[in-house]
């Protein structure tokens, strides 16, 4: 009985094992769970984009331009990580949001917690914006690598920071 039990939450574990792809020879691994009904498709392409949009060093800048709540710049806090915006992007784990209460609105995309290394994806809501923007799409990725880093908002607004972050990863 207890093997059956070990065996059954192994099976229900399966599933949230991290879905790890190279699109690439630079070595980036995207880091996801979401799956391809969810968005895991769109988000793949999402991310890798934006690993290369953070390879640029306009788009660079943004870790200098903006703080977490201690008065940190983000590059510092990346400094202290040992990394750099493109390869904390690869340290982040994207997880399905579709059954949380902040995608239920039409306007949520992604979200995470400042400090967190989980951003969560609205699926549907995502897999759409990717379809008519895939810039946009990039924007929100990095947005949301932003908060990992220790943003938080309001302010900056959220439409602030995704303005800041398309104007400089063009």
Excluded at 66 to 92: K, M, P, V, Y
């Amino acid at each position: 009985m207890k093997v059956l039990g070990i065996i059954a939450l192994s099976c229900l574990l399966v599933p949230l094992a991290p879905v790890e792809t190279r699109p690439g020879d630079d070595g980036f691994v995207v880091r996801s769970v979401v799956q391809p009904a969810a968005g895991g498709v769109a988000l793949h392409w999402a991310v890798v984009g934006a690993h290369r949009r953070l390879e640029q060093p306009a788009c660079r800048g943004l870790f200098t331009e903006f703080s977490d709540s201690s008065g940190r710049t983000l590059q510092e806090n990346l400094d202290t990580l040992g990394e750099t915006g493109s390869t904390h992007l690869a340290q982040i784990l994207f997880a399905d949001g579709s059954g949380r209460r902040r995608c239920k609105g039409d306007e949520a995309f992604a979200f995470t917690t400042p400090g967190s290394r989980v951003v969560y994806v609205c699926g549907r809501a995502f897999k759409d914006l990717a379809a008519r923007s895939p810039v946009k799409a990039q924007a929100i990725v990095i947005h949301e690598a932003l908060h990992t880093l220790g943003l938080g908002e309001n302010p900056p607004s959220s439409a602030e920071i995704t303005a800041r972050v398309v104007a400089r990863c063009r």
